[in-house]
């Protein structure tokens, strides 16, 4: 019999908290997946009760859950697993009063997980292990971002590490929880026909693009001292090409995977001051229109007008100077404010050396295209014959839909959910080890310290579009183009 985990969420009362963690967990009880699932303890500054702290809960689960998604027999498990404990990160009896709601023998296990500001990340482990709720069973999920370059990130993994050991360290990133990334591994280490073929011979450029239509929202002011590079780059989209690129694990265990991920982050071509004008593109939003609706730019909002150094787009060629992948280009974008929201990597293979069809030689071209969101699809696009009796023979696209279609889609699970169950079974295969994050900002540090010693230009980019002028000229410059 498993032991039960209890689990305790600082920050409890947030937004993470209250659009993702609670309905990830409604879900597991939901699914039938929470049989290890204890108590769920709701941190926060305010003095509620826990009676007070459900009434919010279930308004806010009927909220965001689908109408269909909801039924009551299991609210009320879910209710009575729900408790509320008022917890100030700086006050020592904050921290007695939790401790002593913990019990050690109906849940051996303890979760805590830090949805709060990361600043408090250490002060908080600290007083968790002076109150006595650490025990060598204990675990710890820690959100993003876990600093703002790397000095800051190994404060804060080097203060959480002086309470729990790495084998304890859950570091999110929600991108690894979404099932398209599990299936890329299942798909390019399951098919023998894409092996050979997955390396530079036959690749021509890999293409990660996150777009978003919103844009800073209500994170302006924290926004405003991040960027777009710090803020998705950092995590999501290595974590993603590092996945694309890595070598065959050793096994699918944690610690092997990660050590190819780790291994392809650390054979990044560092972007320096010689070469970060024709490696990177920064951009900002002006005012523009997406989904049809006229849209302010980021500067006009009264309180970030002095955010002009800040990017919300940035585009990114990467190069990884290993045997696989030398003379790829990686082509990275993100951005908010623009067309439409996808996130999307796209392989695309070598041309033939010769074109013997009628068509303009930039058609022939396969892809693999494996689509984030907003729908989670792979699908490799090949070509055939075009039919008709024409004498020149003329092909068509065709796609090949390699996802499963005959899967129940409006039941998939969130990502939230496949992470808080991994994190409750303790397997650390989706979450991001310390040497991956500091690998991460050791290189993304470098970019920034670059556009400072250049003081490369934030170029403006009307909302509604996929980013400034010069991203297109980023692929352009190369002879190849974005997939749009
Ligand atoms: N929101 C998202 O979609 C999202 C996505 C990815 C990562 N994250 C990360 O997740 C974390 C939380 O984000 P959020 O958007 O949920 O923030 P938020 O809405 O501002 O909530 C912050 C939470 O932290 C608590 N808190 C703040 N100061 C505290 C203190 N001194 N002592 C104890 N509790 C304190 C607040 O509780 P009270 O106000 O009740 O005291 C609240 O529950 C951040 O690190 C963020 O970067 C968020």
């Known amino acids: 019999m498993s032991q039960l985990v209890d689990l305790v969420i600082f920050g409890g009362t947030g937004d993470l908290s209250t659009r993702k963690l609670l309905p990830a967990l409604y879900q597991l009880h939901r699914h039938g997946l929470a049989e290890r699932l204890g108590r769920i303890i709701a941190t926060g500054r305010g003095e509620i009760d ?50 002593a709601c913990l019990d050690e023998d109906s849940a051996p296990i303890r979760l805590y997980y ?26 710890v999920v820690m959100e993003k971002p876990i600093g703002h370059d790397l000095k800051s990130c190994q404060a804060i993994n080097e203060e959480v590490a002086t309470v729990f050991a790495e084998e304890s360290t859950f570091r999110i990133d929600h991108y690894l929880g979404k099932e398209t990334v599990q299936n890329l591994l299942a798909v390019r280490f399951g098919n023998p026909l894409l092996h050979p073929v997955w390396k530079n011979t036959f690749v021509d450029n890999v293409q990660i693009t996150v777009a978003e239509e919103i844009g800073v929202e209500g994170r302006g002011s924290y926004y405003a001292k991040t960027g777009a590079l710090r803020d998705m780059v950092q995590n999501h989209l290595l974590q993603v090409l590092s996945i694309v690129a890595m070598e065959p694990p050793a096994s699918l265990d944690a610690s092997d995977i990660r050590d190819e991920k780790v291994k392809v982050l650390r054979c990044l071509q560092p972007i320096t001051a010689s070469n970060v004008k024709d490696c990177t593109v920064r951009g900002i939003y002006a005012a523009g229109a997406v989904g049809g609706e006229a849209v302010k730019g980021f500067l006009e909002e009264a309180e970030y007008k002095d955010a002009e150094g800040t990017e919300t787009f940035v585009a990114i060629k990467a190069t990884i100077n290993n045997w696989r992948w030398a003379g ?59 039919p008709g009796l024409t004498r020149n023979l003329r092909l068509q696209p065709v796609e090949l839909h390699l996802t499963d279609d005959r899967s129940d889609k409006d039941d998939s699970y969130d990502a939230y959910e496949r992470l808080l169950l991994d994190a409750i079974n303790g397997d650390q295969t989706l979450f991001m080890r310390r040497d991956e994050v500091e690998t991460a900002w050791r290189w993304i540090d470098t970019i920034i310290e670059a556009w400072e010693e250049t003081g490369m230009a934030v170029k403006s980019y009307n909302s509604g579009t996929m980013g400034p002028n010069a991203s297109t000229a980023l692929t352009a410059r190369d002879d190849r183009s974005w997939y749009e």
């Open 328 to 386: 790829v280009p990686f082509y990275l974008r993100t951005g908010k404010r623009l067309s439409r929201r996808y996130s999307e990597i796209v392989i695309e293979f070598k041309k033939q050396p010769f074109s013997l069809f009628a068509n303009d030689p930039n058609e022939l071209t396969n892809k693999l295209v494996i689509r984030l969101q907003p729908d989670e699809t792979i699908t490799m696009h090949t070509l055939n014959k075009k």
């Open 50 to 99: 826990s009676a007070a702290f459900r009434e919010e809960a279930h308004g806010n689960l009927r909220h965001y859950l689908a109408d269909h998604h909801w039924d009551e027999a299991i609210w009320t498990r879910f209710r009575d697993s729900l408790h509320y404990v008022k917890v100030d990160a700086d006050h020592d009896e904050d921290y007695t009063s939790l401790a």
């Open 114 to 139: 830090l949805a709060t500001l990361p600043s408090l990340y250490g002060t908080i482990c600290q007083h968790l292990e002076r109150a006595g709720a650490v025990n060598d069973k204990s675990r």
